[in-house]
């Protein structure tokens, strides 16, 4: 499958500064970049992680950045069944710190609940499967429920939240049972309202396995921008300066193959990871 | 300056699991490392934060560990008298990450009040010098007073922690004004009580400069076990499994050259980075 | 049935101070107080709600306080089968405070997660019971598990905590329902080990019903000390200056009648109202 | 001082419900209550803290509340210059629940904090005034920054907040010194813009004592309409079923006597003590 992904954002600059942004697929091809005013001169910046756009902005004024690609979505399906959880110390040692608790994933709080609620599931994919669902059925998606603080804890309690609060979630109830779990932003085909999206990763048994707890769009329609602990490492736009953003549109459209939309579902042992 | 630290950390399994210790010297030479019972064969992991060693405990029972190692402290005087701070975009982007708010440093609830408190500071240096002066001031060195859940907005309220505690708030309002800074675990000289000690690093124009608001230990007599965001990334043990620290003792000495003590100071101008 | 019961408390005071304790029954009989050093003049407070000792410390020293009293407990079972709801409009005014969040119990911030949880049971006895239960089943009675900060959101997340903290999470839960509810401290029979008891009770068709989500004692073998909004009311006592409590032991043991033991059970239509 | 203050409230009911208003003066003389549909027929209530409208609302529709009042202003000036603190001890005990903490002042958590900054101050009129002092110096007024959560502990990070933060800053310092203090909601002459305002009150020597650490309005302006221990026991509206607020109008101004505005300043011996 190829998708068409692109992204078009506005910004309103009172003063000189920066703007740092998050927006370009990972895997992107055939990419296309306009920034207004033709002046900025950007720096492009590339990591295992994210593709960062740092715009330092010299005037005031209006900025736009518009942004295009066609990424070729490639991904494994991986069974679980059968397949017994790796321990901790046949980990790579790199992936240890995806362990550790995060700005909105305090993993820390969450041992007890986390070990009452998933800690009898023996197979880790079923695990993670049964986090996704609990969260699916216990937090409501509400748009602009929750903010920028906003925590895993707190969506417990609030039992509401947007994408980016399921998979803070997800993360945290991961890594409260030892399972490595990262944040994941992109573009996400058939979601409506179209906008940027994120799920999360679990690494299970070598592969790190997506997951989206919102079943609001197909796992396997997502095309990747940047993964990181949670939100704070891969927000669509850090703001350095006066500097306050305006508006952004977000498209995602499938221009060539078919596609069998997969969600996640109980009873299910096949597993979506993305290369 | 030679400094030859050492620490002995015993540990209970009450089952199988796996214990992450993160306790060798970054730049040790002549070291030691004997782990009893011996059939623990471990495995070591380098990378540029931090020296892992994962140890999988197959049998119930006593864990001791002892290290020791040698190490030719390596700092550099700098100068800021006259540097002007380094705009966000001229950062390294890899940098950048060490903006972004993390566990225990929530920089994102704390902007207004770095601002108010020390925005006026036009040098970058005596800005992170008077955040360090304004814990020193502000919070009370309790041992005790907090856990492994508090965060830098606690110790604000609660105005006493430990030196992790003075680390996170130092860490948190550096992000909340821009300033990457990141998180240090070491071996101090002249700790007393000896133990394993926290400090924080800002990022001043491109260099890494050493901060201590506990004002404790000597800033050029620190051996730096680890870097990370947080005290998450840099935690002396992770333990999975049933395992349970029973002792720890620590030990930093000078065995060669002399010592004139360096404490970060109003009025300075100069910092300390480590290479 | 006769209860009797008792305590006896000591503190130690480093300077003068006072100590304003909250021990005795509610509605004590033949009760015995010796205070330790007899130099002591205390004031003896009586409310609908408290009877408060207030003991001015005049010299440093070691303070005892001995206390008993023979009970009659006093109490209606009320049947709920087919009563409705009472409307917040029926309600007698001075009972609206309860319905406001308070200290330990952030009622405001679970009207969501109450109004999914327990919302679509009609009858309010029962609506309550479903609470109790959900408490019983979701967190795990652990000594130490929480201090003197811990709140009623805190607890849904830690799945853990004493009395104190089932009852605090009832009556959270409560309010954000619209009924009123109050925290309750006391003795308790049959519970194991002797200490003071808090349950919470809900105001229901014009009684307060007594709940207990912890089942450790019988809800008919409760003796109440005070009725507050939280624990914050309620405390066993209040130190002010350098005072510091050095040991508690309390009992309560039938001394007249038998008891049938009465828990809250699901399936139940019966609640118990002290008078 | 006479002053007429009026405030016109509207509500819109998708289902039947209730509406608990807390509008009226507490020694309000000449009232005059509009309710629209004229159909509600609302239940008065007085208390010694406020002065409650139960207005059930047994249709769907349009609800308007028409208010006002003429009042005269009483208080008397207290001058604390030489006069020492008052002992807990010989406090009425029924103030002694002023002392606890409650849902937005969490004073336990303060105790340190209070100390440090206030601790010294013997006079005890003084002490309040260097709260006072800290919050306005501290504290920025912003509309907006806040919402119905953010507690005493959350302003003290965020310094900013509007006039019920900085009440409940204050009440929570004040409580953390063993000083009882409550909060004060009114109508305040000079506002601007009209709105309905919140001050605190200290209890000192025997009197309640006005405190308003947002120095937007004259002391001696002020028209009471309720105490209590924090905004959770005053809310202008508190709303039982589908029912929300469209629009409110406050107004107070001066009809007889001329007023010389007084405001909290340091170095004053004398407070305002309303009766």
Redo the contacts between chains.
């Keep these: 499958m190829e998708y068409k992904v692109s992204s078009q954002l506005m910004y309103n600059a009172e003063e000189p ?2 703007l ?1 942004l998050n927006i370009r697929a990972l895997q992107g091809d055939n990419e296309s970049l306009v920034i207004e005013p033709g002046t900025i001169t950007y ?1 492009d ?1 590339r ?1 295992d992680m994210d593709r ?1 756009l ?3 902005v010299v005037e005031p004024g209006e900025v736009s950045i518009s942004y295009s690609s066609v990424v070729k979505s490639q991904f494994d399906f991986i069974d679980f069944s059968g397949l017994s959880p790796q ?3 046949e980990l790579n ?2 992936i ?2 995806y ?5 909105y994933c ?1 993993s ?3 041992t ?2 986390a070990s ?1 609620l998933f800690g009898k599931i023996d197979n880790e994919f079923e695990k993670v499967l049964a986090i996704t669902e609990w969260i699916y059925q ?1 937090v ?1 998606y509400l748009s602009g429920s929750t903010n ?2 906003t925590t895993a ?1 707190d969506t ?5 939240g947007v994408c980016r609060d399921f998979a803070h979630l997800g993360i945290a109830f991961c890594r409260a049972l ?1 399972i490595p779990a990262r944040y994941c932003s992109g573009y996400a085909f058939d979601l409506s309202p179209q906008d940027f999206h994120a799920c999360f990763e679990a690494y299970l048994s070598g592969y790190w396995i997506m997951f989206d707890a919102t079943k609001l769009a197909p796992l396997n329609g997502f095309v990747r921008i940047a993964m ?2 949670d939100a ?2 891969t927000a669509v736009c ?1 703001l ?1 300066g006066k500097i306050y953003g305006s508006s952004i549109v977000v498209n995602s459209e499938l221009i060539s193959g078919t596609m069998d939309p997969v969600f996640n579902t109980m009873n299910s042992s096949v597993g979506i990871s993305y290369r």
């Excluded at 362990?99 to 700005?103: C, E, N, T």
């Excluded at 417990?156 to 509401?160: G, S, T």
Aim: net charge neutral; glycine share 6%.
């Design positions: 500064g920066t740092v720096l910046y990591s960062l740092v715009l330092p321990p901790v110390s040692p790199a240890l710190l362990l550790h608790p995060s700005r305090q820390d709080k969450l007890r609940m009452r216990h409501e920028g603080e804890c417990i309690v609030q039992m509401a030892d990181g602990r704070a490492d850090n350095f």
